[in-house]
Nanobody
């Protein structure tokens, strides 16, 4: 499975961005999907995850209420809608796929990342 993330860019604090992650697999609906991020000088951290049929979704506390994860299985794509962005959201954002279910926290495949920069 190859994952291609896109949609990053420069935005002012309080603004919005939507990230997309396209998967190159016919069995996309069998994978749980997650978004992670790595800020400069920090370790990678979990952002959000969505189960295969979107029946289960959860978020990191730092983004809850501001970010929304969704997926379109017909388009093999997962999205991350980011609102009310803060400078501390600045990071490279990665999408990832898991065949084990999002509650297991083991991701098999990773995208290349897309940079989000939030200016103050």
């Amino acid at each position: 499975v190859q994952l291609q993330a896109s949609g990053g860019g420069l935005v002012q604090a309080g603004g919005s961005l939507t990230l997309s992650c396209a998967a190159s697999t016919r069995t996309f609906s069998r994978y749980g999907m997650g978004w992670f991020r790595r800020a400069p000088g920090k370790e990678r951290e979990f952002v959000a995850a969505i189960s295969e049929s979107a029946g289960t979704i959860y978020y990191a506390d730092s983004v809850k209420g501001r970010f929304t994860i969704s997926r379109d299985n017909a388009k093999n794509t997962v999205y991350l809608q980011m609102n009310s962005l803060k400078p501390e959201d600045t990071a490279v954002y990665y999408c990832a796929a898991t065949q084990y279910g999002i509650m297991v926290h083991i991701y098999d495949y990773w995208g290349q990342g897309t940079l989000v920069t939030v200016s103050s």
